[in-house]
């Protein structure tokens, strides 16, 4: 025959085991909380070091329509610039990035067309990493007129990370170096 454990020994036994499992628990969030706000301190210290100037341009004859209006497929193109303007004044330009054999097509893009901009325009295009995870970046556009300060078009472009071969890649374990560069520039908004 068993013997029985009194009852009230087994619900000491229990609350003894819940309160160590608790405070295993607050230790373990205490450490996590600490490690993230030394992880933000750190990334926002980073930050500090990168001024991202926005790129400037004027609208070109060509890339005008028949009523005199920046046709709207340029916009693509000024966004391309953008990034890879935006991506010059990082420690790993594109350039320097495909040279490592990393390559970043195209997955998705878009535009919002607010107010046209016109011939001779001068425009200014700021652009911000908005999202990235070591194998997928969102950059986010603004156009903005440089005389009047309108903000012309918004936009978004997403981009797979991959190998040269076309193989995704994960650059946090692959290319930890270019991670953690680019995670210092994320949200930064650049000055005009």
């Not at 969030?29 to 030394?38: G, P």
């Not at 916009?75 to 390559?103: D, N």
């Not at 878009?110 to 325009?121: L, N």
């Not at 918004?154 to 797979?160: D, H, I």
Request: proline letters at 4%; aromatic letters at 14%.
């Amino acid at each position: 025959m068993e013997k029985s454990i009194p009852l009230s020994k087994e619900i000491a036994r229990y609350q003894y085991e819940s309160i160590k499992t608790a405070l295993a628990v607050t230790e373990f969030r205490t450490k996590a909380n600490a490690a993230i706000l030394n992880g933000t301190r750190q990334l926002q210290e980073h930050k500090m070091t990168y001024k991202i100037k926005a790129y400037r341009r004027s609208v070109n004859y060509y890339e005008t329509d028949k009523m005199g209006i920046t046709h709207n497929s340029n916009y693509f193109r000024w966004f391309e610039e953008a990034r890879i303007h935006f991506m010059s004044q990082t420690a790993y330009p594109y350039k320097k990035v495909e040279a490592l054999g990393i390559v970043m097509p195209m997955i998705a893009s878009s535009a919002e067309f607010k107010h046209p901009t016109y011939f001779d325009d001068e425009v200014i295009i700021k652009s911000w990493l908005s999202f990235f995870n070591g194998y997928k970046v969102t950059l986010q556009f603004e156009v903005i007129n440089a005389e009047t300060n309108m903000l012309c078009t918004t936009g978004e472009t997403k981009s797979a990370i991959l190998s040269a071969a076309g193989k995704p890649i994960q650059l946090q374990r692959e290319f930890p170096e270019v991670y953690k560069d680019w995670m210092s520039v994320l949200g930064v908004i650049p000055e005009v």
